[in-house]
């Protein structure tokens, strides 16, 4: 899917290679996106274990495809016990076979309806990713009556 995002822009590869030659102490980056080639290298150096010239390289080139496609744009990140709770819900998700609300309750000790009003978000979630909203204004107009 996002490769079919980017194929309009024929240009957009060659920008990438260009970013990849920019130099991070230099004012072409931004601070911010400085910092994220900073956390991505150093994510792919560590747990990648990819050398350091590599991940700087790949790292240079996820956050110019990033700022391309999500630039402009304001997003909220979660952070500490939000993103702890965003990613336990997901491992939920995934690992949940229909026979195992027991195992799950006991490893992330939650009862059984937190089990399944988990299961119910991340499968809404799941829903709006995979299919659009056909009649978005009457969906929210409904919610305000």
Known sequence: MQNEMFEDDKNLDELLSKAEDIELD???????????????????????KLDESKALKLAKRLVARQAHHMGGRQYYLPRDERLKKALRDVDIWQRYNGRNIDVLQREYSLTSQQIYAILREQRQLERERRQHNLFPDLSKSSKTL
């Open 26 to 48: 230099s004012t072409a980056w931004p601070h911010a996106l400085a910092e994220l080639v900073s956390i991505f290298k150093d994510e792919m150096t560590s747990s990648a």
